[in-house]
């Protein structure tokens, strides 16, 4: 049975590689969206291969989770043959969707593969109900909605596109200090365009003033102590405002992240997902549980939080002026993949721990088990006390027996 009710918003959660994406598939995604090794705009992202393309759509459809593909780039004459080819092979594959931006990919994903949904990317700046009607006239069957819409101005397009019409809004993640990721900055510090999926970030840099008769003496852009990454914003966080989205009329509540971990996505979904199926049986107890969402979203990695466009005009007050870091308050060890006839589970190591920690296992449930590392050994069984060795498979004995798919995290080591 498909996790989404009647009137429950769908949970849209990104995936960047097969082992993220059936992380999200088994965290409480209703669906992930995936980019392929071109047409995306996340070329820095690890993206996926034809095969294991195939591989996720079929996992996901296993667990009644649909799989949106990116194609999202803005194409020049160059792209098309190699698009063509694209869109012929996601035909055999079968996703639920496609998101573009491009009319002209728009045209030949018709052609080629009209009986896969197409979704207009964000990068279509949907900021009004007219183009809304206009992409719908056109056969799309959703529009993800520009990042600068408040929720009244969404509300209003509810009230003017087919209820049939889907709407898509991100509600959580990094923010672009362009309008609707339209950014040329990257483009033109170091010749990679946003809008091809190479984005360097260069928003996230510090920046200085050089005063043209002074070549070489920089005054730092600021006017106190904080810093001077004047373009660098806060992330979208929404887990407190699940009863607005709703009412809003947003049909697919959509995460950022295509270039994030497991343990990011996992951290995620999972918080999401048991905000939306508590608010869903009472708001009463989605107000109850609201300490227990601020605690495990602030576990992944995060910039601060912000509510964006949603509530008017952001100010001063969403950016952030004095670090380019992220908060990281856990750090990521390990998925478990299988659990042998011991009862040792095998992983692949993503961070360094030791035989004697106390670990964390996060499951799927909400569940947070502290458990104590008893032994861990090589796939050739010899002991090992540590696994220093970044994507190394290990076996790992623990007080409190792992599930497959179980994630393996620590509490991040602070400066005293």
Same mark, same amino acid.
């Given at each position: 049975?498909?996790?989404?009710?009647?009137? *429950?918003?769908?949970?849209?959660?990104?995936?960047?590689?097969?082992?993220?994406?059936?992380?999200?598939?088994?965290?409480?995604?209703?669906?992930?969206?995936?980019?392929?090794?071109?047409?995306?705009?996340?070329?820095?992202?690890?993206?996926?291969?034809?095969?294991?393309?195939?591989?996720?759509?079929?996992?996901?459809?296993?667990?009644?989770?649909?799989?949106?593909?990116?194609?999202?780039?803005?194409?020049?004459?160059?792209?098309?043959?190699?698009?063509?080819?694209?869109?012929?092979?996601?035909?055999?594959?079968?996703?639920?969707?496609?998101?573009?931006?491009?009319?002209?990919?728009?045209?030949?994903?018709?052609?080629? %593969?009209?009986?896969?949904?197409?979704?207009?990317?964000?990068?279509?700046?949907?900021?009004?109900?007219?183009?809304?009607?206009?992409?719908?006239?056109?056969?799309?069957?959703?529009?993800?909605?520009?990042?600068? +819409?408040?929720?009244?101005?969404?509300?209003?397009?509810?009230?003017?596109?087919? *209820?049939?019409?889907?709407?898509?809004?991100?509600?959580?993640?990094?923010?672009?200090?362009?309008?609707?990721?339209?950014?040329?900055?990257?483009?033109?510090?170091?010749?990679? =365009?946003?809008?091809?999926?190479?984005?360097?970030?260069?928003?996230?840099?510090?920046?200085?003033?050089?005063?043209?008769?002074?070549?070489?003496?920089?005054?730092?852009?600021?006017?106190?102590?904080?810093?001077?990454?004047?373009? /660098?914003?806060?992330?979208?966080?929404?887990?407190?405002?699940?009863?607005? +989205?709703?009412?809003?009329?947003?049909?697919?509540?959509?995460?950022?992240?295509?270039? *994030?971990?497991?343990?990011?996505?996992? %951290?995620?979904? &999972?918080?999401?997902?048991?905000?939306?199926?508590?608010?869903?049986?009472?708001?009463?107890?989605?107000?109850?549980?609201?300490?227990?969402?601020?605690?495990?979203?602030?576990?992944?990695?995060?910039?601060?939080?912000?509510?964006?466009?949603?509530?008017?005009?952001? =100010?001063?007050?969403?950016?952030?002026?004095?670090?380019?870091?992220?908060? /990281?308050?856990?750090?990521?060890?390990?998925?478990?993949?299988?659990?042998?006839? &011991?009862?040792?589970? &095998?992983?692949?190591?993503?961070?360094?721990?030791?035989?004697?920690?106390?670990?964390?296992?996060?499951?799927?449930?909400?569940?947070?088990?502290?458990?104590?590392?008893?032994?861990? %050994?090589?796939? =050739?069984?010899?002991?090992?006390?540590? %696994?220093?060795?970044?994507?190394?498979?290990?076996?790992?004995?623990?007080?409190?027996?792992?599930?497959?798919?179980?994630?393996?995290?620590?509490?991040?080591?602070?400066?005293?």
């Amino acid at each position: 049975m498909n996790k989404r009710k009647a009137g *429950k918003p769908e949970l849209l959660v990104p995936a960047s590689s097969l082992e993220v994406l059936k992380t999200a598939v088994i965290f409480g995604a209703d669906a992930v969206y995936i980019g392929g090794e071109a047409f995306g705009l996340r070329a820095k992202a690890k993206n996926f291969s034809s095969e294991e393309m195939a591989e996720g759509i079929h996992f996901a459809h296993e667990h009644n989770v649909k799989v949106y593909v990116t194609a999202n780039i803005l194409a020049h004459n160059d792209d098309l043959e190699g698009a063509e080819r694209y869109f012929a092979e996601l035909k055999e594959m079968k996703p639920d969707a496609l998101i573009i931006s491009d009319p002209g990919m728009f045209l030949m994903a018709q052609e080629i %593969c009209p009986e896969i949904e197409i979704h207009i990317s964000t990068q279509a700046n949907n900021t009004n109900y007219k183009t809304y009607q206009f992409w719908w006239q056109q056969g799309a069957k959703r529009v993800v909605s520009a990042r600068e +819409l408040s929720l009244a101005e969404i509300k209003q397009i509810r009230e003017h596109i087919p *209820k049939e019409m889907e709407i898509e809004s991100f509600i959580h993640g990094a923010m672009c200090i362009s309008y609707s990721g339209r950014c040329l900055l990257s483009n033109y510090f170091t010749g990679r =365009d946003a809008n091809q999926g190479a984005c360097t970030h260069p928003c996230r840099w510090k920046y200085a003033v050089v005063e043209e008769k002074r070549p070489g003496e920089y005054l730092p852009v600021y006017e106190n102590e904080r810093g001077t990454y004047i373009f /660098n914003s806060k992330d979208l966080c929404m887990i407190e405002y699940i009863p607005a +989205l709703v009412d809003a009329g947003i049909d697919s509540l959509k995460i950022e992240g295509r270039m *994030k971990t497991a343990l990011y996505v996992a %951290c995620v979904a &999972r918080t999401y997902r048991k905000a939306i199926n508590d608010f869903f049986v009472s708001e009463e107890l989605y107000r109850e549980n609201m300490d227990w969402y601020r605690t495990e979203i602030a576990k992944c990695t995060y910039r601060q939080f912000t509510t964006g466009f949603y509530f008017g005009k952001p =100010d001063e007050h969403t950016q952030i002026y004095d670090s380019n870091t992220y908060v /990281n308050e856990y750090v990521y060890l390990g998925i478990v993949e299988s659990i042998d006839e &011991r009862g040792y589970a &095998r992983f692949e190591q993503k961070n360094k721990f030791c035989v004697g920690d106390t670990i964390e296992i996060m499951k799927p449930d909400g569940r947070n088990i502290h458990t104590k590392v008893l032994a861990m %050994c090589s796939e =050739d069984g010899e002991a090992v006390e540590s %696994c220093p060795h970044s994507r190394q498979k290990l076996y790992v004995s623990l007080a409190d027996r792992p599930e497959i798919y179980d994630l393996m995290r620590v509490e991040a080591v602070r400066d005293r």
